[in-house]
């Protein structure tokens, strides 16, 4: 049975990322990058599917677990009958190889363990071959190398790694598991100690950047922060949604989505939290993947993007895994980041325009991207898509992408210096798309906006409309929207993306869209329910401070993938405007 998505523990070298139970079993990596075939694979099968495990080989009567300070570094303690240990899991911040370090220290009486190093490449289905060496083990499946270093003998049987030992109050067993390509040379050894303090100074230095007096939730924004710090790839400045593929939306369903790549459509909110917590550097760098990514050529914009930037996202199914708790297909690739969403020519823009009022000096590059996107963005606005969502039907007039096609002109009218003819254009089509969602969009009989034009469907992202400037949060049909989705897309104060139906029907809360309801009623001034809405959030977080990107409040346990990015951005954006002023996306 797979375990449940809060008992994971999220550790990362900037490049990528491992999932840790609690149980002292590594059940989820991919190497050497973020969205690389996994080769520690039993999130989303077995054992047998790949792991590496190091516990007690007697019952554990207890576990308990946490970061070591404001830092990525994971130390977990388990207690026998005959004694407790500790296992401390990080990874060292990559410079020349990516490596896995488990420190395993008696802290009273002996406790016998077990250490299975049992990788399985190719996404479970290739067992590689090892061989032992001085100091433990060797293995290699295709371009990939695995060098496991132990303070003790290990044995190799049947495509696994293994060592048994005792650890008395005071002893301690290490163990390196590095990862090269198959031809480079041996390994050097690592200074295990000198990278655990290099490691732990790295976070603690990296989040000093932070004035935790700015907010009333100072834990919970940190750790946030760390989380997506982990989940933003070094060199090229991406960050990826979340580290895990097809874990999913509905329990045993089939909305199962491989979300290990960046979307475009969370550039505000990264762009956001990042200046907003005071990290420039971060915030321009993934200015600088954002321009990158869409090149020379905006017209060709996706959705989403590989994390390095490139473009090719095919999607396709491991048959062979059975998925998380039997929620099949497991999907590798997006076939959403072809789709015509046009709410993304909005985000961009105003990602760009939020770069400027924060001082981040624009480029040539960036001021070619703002006239092309949106020079684009006026000749197809009006035409139909698939909407924030990525529905996979017919597409449709969406009232948020709509209102989105608005923002871009908006922006590039307010912060940028369009020609005389491009402003007299752009201004006629602001205006129309103003009217026109306000107008289409709108219900009279419902009294409230909808998903779509002339549709009955309430839609979360409709609450996005006052945070973007679209239309104040207290105007009448505004707010009248804000309160039909509280009453009616609130389920036991979570809020919901839309009512249940279909193949969503069992689909849980949507954590964003419950930290944009705050944000609406902060907009309004009831800060008192904002707040209970931000609590809530916290509240359901696992024992270490993460958030998957929803709530299963039937089964009270966190579903989709894990840990999310626009979760843990909202917690930030939203802790730190709910504490004073912050650069919001509607400002002028």
């Known amino acids: 049975m797979s375990k449940p998505i809060e008992s994971y523990a999220l550790i990362g070298d900037g490049e990528t990322a491992a999932l840790v139970a609690w149980d002292g079993s590594i059940d989820w990596l991919c190497w050497p990058d973020f969205d690389d075939d996994a080769c520690f694979c039993a999130l989303l099968g077995t054992e047998k599917n790949g792991r590496w495990s190091i516990a007690p080989r007697g019952p554990v009567i207890h576990v308990s677990r946490r970061y070591r300070g404001d830092t990525m570094i994971l130390e977990t303690e388990m207690r026998t009958a005959d004694g407790t240990v500790r296992i401390t899991d990080f990874m060292p911040i990559r410079e020349t190889q990516s490596a896995l370090v488990r420190i395993v220290e008696g802290l009273s009486g002996t406790v016998a363990l077990e250490c299975n190093v049992c990788p399985r490449f190719d996404y479970g289905a290739l067992k590689p071959w090892w061989e032992v060496c001085e100091d433990g083990a060797v293995a290699v499946a295709g371009r990939h190398r695995l060098t496991l270093r132990a303070s003790m003998p290990a044995t190799v049987e049947d495509g696994d790694a293994k060592a048994a030992f005792t650890l008395r109050e005071g002893e301690r067993h290490t163990f390196v598991l590095s990862r090269t390509s198959a ?3 041996d390994v050097p050894r690592l200074d295990i ?22 907010t009333r939730w100072p834990a919970a924004v940190k750790r946030s922060l760390l989380t997506l710090k982990a989940l933003t790839h070094a060199r090229s400045g991406g960050l990826i949604a ?11 369903g089939g909305m199962n989505w491989d979300y290990r790549y960046a979307w475009l459509r969370d550039s505000t909110f990264t762009l956001g939290a990042f200046l907003n917590a005071g990290f420039t550097t971060e915030a321009t760098a993934w200015r600088d993947w954002l321009l990158r990514a869409i090149a020379g050529d905006p017209d060709a914009l996706r959705i989403m993007y590989r994390v390095d930037g ?5 999607e396709w199914t491991v048959d062979a ?13 997006n076939a959403a980041s072809t789709q015509k969403q046009l709410d993304i020519y909005g985000e961009v823009l105003d990602t760009l325009a939020l770069a400027r009022r924060a001082g981040i000096e624009a480029t040539d590059h960036q001021r070619a991207v703002e006239r092309r996107l949106v020079e684009h963005l006026a000749r197809i606005w009006q035409d139909r898509g698939a909407g924030i969502w990525e529905s996979r039907g017919d597409p449709k007039r969406y009232t948020y992408s709509k209102a989105m096609c608005w923002v871009g002109f908006d922006r590039v009218l307010r912060h940028c210096d369009p020609s005389e003819t491009l402003r007299a254009t752009l201004t006629a089509n602001r205006d129309r798309a103003h009217a026109e969602v306000c107008r289409e969009g709108w219900n009279a009989g419902l009294g409230t906006f909808t998903q779509s034009y002339g549709s009955h469907e309430l839609d979360a992202s409709l609450l996005l ?8 949060a207290d105007e009448p049909r505004m707010a009248a929207t804000i309160e039909r989705i509280r009453t009616d897309l609130d389920q036991d104060g979570l809020i919901r993306r839309m009512r249940a139906k279909g193949d969503a029907s069992d689909e849980g809360a949507f954590l964003p869209c419950s930290l944009w309801m705050a944000d609406c009623l902060r907009l309004q001034g009831r800060h008192e329910l904002a707040e ?5 959030v916290l509240g359901v977080a696992n024992d270490v401070g993460l958030l998957s990107e929803e709530y299963d409040v039937p089964g009270r346990c966190l579903s989709g993938n894990f840990p999310q990015a626009l979760t843990h951005l909202g917690v930030v954006n939203t802790a730190l405007s709910l504490s004073g002023p912050v650069i919001d996306r509607g400002g002028g």
């Open 183 to 185: 031809w480079d040379a």
């Open 193 to 214: 100690e000198a990278a655990l303090t290099a490691t732990q100074a790295h976070w603690e230095r990296w989040i000093a950047g932070f004035d935790a007096a700015r």
């Open 242 to 252: 979340a580290p895990t593929t097809s874990l999913p939306e509905v329990p045993a």
């Open 310 to 314: 490139s473009r090719h996202l095919s």
């Open 321 to 333: 895994l059975p998925g998380y708790r039997e929620a099949r297909p497991v999907r590798i690739g």
């Open 465 to 472: 409309l006052p945070l973007v400037g679209f239309l104040k």
């Open 532 to 536: 209970a809405y931000l609590e809530r």
